[in-house]
C-alpha cells in the first residue's frame, strides 16, 4: 500500500479548490477537510449570536462554546461541516456568510483556534485540506502542495452560476464585489496572508474542466507518492 500524505491545496475564491479536494479524496480514499467550512461555521455563529468581532473578549468566549466537526454524508460519502451538533453544510453558502468570512478568518484567535483543530486532523495523514494558508501555515511540510488559481472573470462566472440556483436574485455585480473584496482582505490581512508557498505547483484551472483539473492534480500525486 501506498505511504499516505498530505496534499495542501490554496488558491483564490472560486478556483474550483473544493471541488477538486473532493474529487482527489474520492480517488485517493482520503479524508477531506474544507478549511473554509470552519471559518464560514465560526462566521455563521458569529452573526447568529451577534459576537462583536472587534472585541477581543466577546471573540474568546465565542470560540469557547464552538464546536466544530466533520460528519460523514454516507450518501455523498463527503464530510459534511456541524456547529455544535447542527449541520450546517449548506447554510454557510450563504451570500450573508460570505460577505463576512474574510472578516472573520483575519482575527488572529480565530485562525489560531482553527489551524490547532485543522492540524489535528492531519496527524496520521490521508488527508486533503484547501484553504488559503495550508501550504504556508496549517502543513508547510505536506508532501504535495498545489496553488489554485484562474482568471477573475471566470471565477466571477463560477461563482455567480453556483448562488444563482439558490438565490435567483442575486447579480453578478454583487458577486464580483464581494470576490473582489474577499481577494482584498485575504491577501492583505496580517495573520496568515494568502500567498503561494514557495515550493506550491502552480495550476491554472482558467480553461481546464473540473475533471481536466482534477486528472492534472492526479498526475503531480502520483509523481510525489512515486517518489516518497
Same mark, same amino acid.
Given at each position: ?140 511540510? %505536506?508532501?504535495?502542495? /498545489?496553488? @489554485?488559481?484562474?482568471? &477573475?472573470?471566470?471565477?466571477? !462566472?463560477?461563482?455567480? *452560476?453556483? =448562488? ?32 503561494? %508557498?514557495?515550493?506550491? /505547483?502552480? @495550476?491554472?484551472?482558467? &480553461?481546464?474542466?473540473?475533471? !481536466?483539473?482534477?486528472? *492534472?492534480? =492526479? ?10
Amino acid at each position: 500500500m501506498a505511504k499516505k500524505i498530505i496534499i495542501a491545496i490554496d488558491g483564490w475564491s472560486s478556483c474550483g479548490k473544493s471541488t477538486l479536494a473532493k474529487e482527489l479524496a474520492k480517488e485517493l480514499g482520503y479524508l477531506y477537510v474544507d478549511s473554509g467550512a470552519m471559518y464560514r461555521a465560526i462566521t455563521l455563529y458569529f452573526l447568529r449570536n451577534h459576537v462583536d468581532w472587534t472585541d477581543k473578549h466577546e471573540v474568546k468566549n465565542a470560540l469557547d462554546a464552538i464546536s466544530l466537526e466533520f460528519i460523514l454524508n454516507e450518501k455523498s460519502q463527503l464530510g459534511e461541516m456541524h456547529l455544535n451538533g447542527e449541520n450546517v453544510e449548506y447554510v454557510i453558502r450563504d451570500l450573508v456568510v460570505a460577505e463576512k468570512v474574510s472578516d472573520v478568518a483575519a482575527i488572529k484567535e480565530v485562525r489560531k483556534f482553527a489551524v490547532n483543530q485543522q492540524q489535528q486532523m492531519g496527524k496520521k495523514k490521508g488527508v486533503i485540506m484547501d484553504g488559503r494558508d495550508i501550504g504556508t501555515v496549517v502543513f508547510p511540510k %505536506a508532501e504535495l502542495k /498545489i496553488f @489554485l488559481t484562474a482568471d &477573475n472573470a471566470v471565477r466571477v !462566472e463560477r461563482r455567480f *452560476k453556483e =448562488l444563482f440556483e439558490k438565490n435567483p436574485n442575486v447579480t453578478i455585480e454583487e458577486v464580483k464585489s464581494n470576490l473582489e473584496m474577499r481577494d482584498y482582505i485575504d491577501s492583505h490581512r496580517e495573520e496568515s496572508p494568502l500567498r503561494q %508557498a514557495d515550493d506550491a /505547483i502552480l @495550476l491554472d484551472n482558467t &480553461n481546464l474542466t473540473a475533471d !481536466e483539473t482534477t486528472q *492534472k492534480a =492526479l498526475k503531480l500525486v502520483k509523481k510525489v507518492m512515486s517518489s516518497n
